[in-house]
């Protein structure tokens, strides 16, 4: 099933919309937010399947599902943590800057705290109050889980994980250097994220989850042209299951954990850094990305940061060429 | 007044408490738990004001507050940014491990983005799985704040708290080099931190709060001994409206927003590193520092981290030397 959070409040308004996106059912009977859904999953989940199958038959009265109505499916939460998942994409951030990646980072997850207080919508602006701060998009794909025990082996992870979803991680990448340096990881350099217009079930995904991995095309668009086409199943060193259990080492985690799988990123096919989709490559899910290959290979980052006016477009379609999450789309402010 | 939560469901019971911790009243009835009381905060908290006048006058019938049933003031919460306000801290930090401190850190404020979705109670076990971790724990000051909009002030930030209250941080001291190693921050070495059992409004501190920092002694006990006996107020370089501004300056802030101080830590008053109680200092807030102290002095760190069994006890006593916020003591199992 798909579910979204219609703008109400601060937590929204729970509903299950149809799998072409096109209608929703109110679920607020059910649960009123998403995190109260959560919250109480094994007894809220099958009422919401009903619900779910009801909408799907046309078996009730259903509203037109407008994607710019939507908040984030979690308006706000009680964990966000984002990992490196793609190491291509750290390896090649470090090779730009000129810092020897540690074999480490093959085997041993790299995840940073987010701060999860406040998520954009899909459609809403990304606030950016000084273009100096190096605004960024990453495209990723996002989990929510359930209850995580302290010590969940991977499988017990994989098996918590409730919703799929995808996100754009906006990141100040001027302001990362100096924060970097103080030694204390993110703040300031992240600001609020933006969710997809629903977030979907794994098993309504059928073949595109497995392997603890979504598998697609996370199509990136850059102010209308084509930016990135990269396969979130392809060079993801560590799944979804593998980064939860990290998280999960030295504590719980609790329902409506959002964990990210950090900027998605393909080699190319040659196995070097991957080229632009004007030179027949898959692009790329960061301008990061780009101006580092653009420093690899000439020297220097050409390729600006977002200014404002400036548009960002994420999502992953289906067979038929439908997004399944719907559609994040948002103007630099 | 004096807000708690009284262990129920995921987010516990809101009751105001008496000023002497003795008593309580339910405030289901204004608010059913404290994340919705500071959802609402201009609203609700007249009528917590006017429930806890009652309680203060014996007006209505109270129930016996007992500390251990309480959990967290907010059992889990949206945001939980930790600052290192005691610069003097980090410093000797750094001293013992041969790094050299920035001079920026003495004017640009050290944050770092901590996980929020679950507090421990006061009174909570500390759940341990190895003690090869490294287990310590670190006495703070800790605020909770309504709305903070996007580049507020200092002015503004110290205007948007709402209460005030004490933690342990506790953090797996042997985890940290790899993770900061790894560029990103904490994310196992800093598992769930434990609040104190009352939160208390500023205008009930008194001369206590002023210059948007908490004045008094910060009683630390180790397994019964006197172990740190900090003043908050004294050398705390950024005041509670600095790290709340720095935090705010790329993005907004939701209410229920848990700001820390970072470890208390007084100079000597030679003005070198504190000395231990027991030779007439201030002695510590957390174990790392008397390690880093040992180290400085005497070459090696000698006193243990927690073991097992070992006890860790955080107060602040008000002039009749009752606890105003209460007793977080944990044992570590």
Redesign the interface.
Known sequence: MKLASLKSG?DGRLVVVSDDLAYYADAAHIAPTLQAAL?DWDRVAPSLQALAIDVRNDAIPLERFHEHAAAAPLP????W?DG?AYVNHVQLVRQARGAEM?DS?WH?P?????????FLGARDAI?L?DEA?GCDCEAEVVVVTGDVP??ASREEALAAVRLVGLTNDVS?RN?IPGE?????????????SAMSPVFVTPDALGDRWRDGKLHGCLTVDLNGQAFGRADAGVDMTFDFGTLIA??A?????????IVGSGTVSNRDSDGGPGKPISEGGLGYSCIAEVRTVETILRGKAETPFLKSGDTVRITMDDERHHPIFGVIEQTVA
Chains 1, 2 share one sequence.
């Open positions: 601060r919250d706000r939460a009680y964990q943590a490196s540690p980072f041993d790299l995840v940073y705290q987010g701060g999860s207080d406040g606030p109050a701060w302290q010590g100040l302001l970097l340096a103080k030694g204390f990881g993110f703040f300031q350099s992240k600001p609020a990290h998280l080492k030295t504590r719980s985690l609790g329902a409506g954990t």
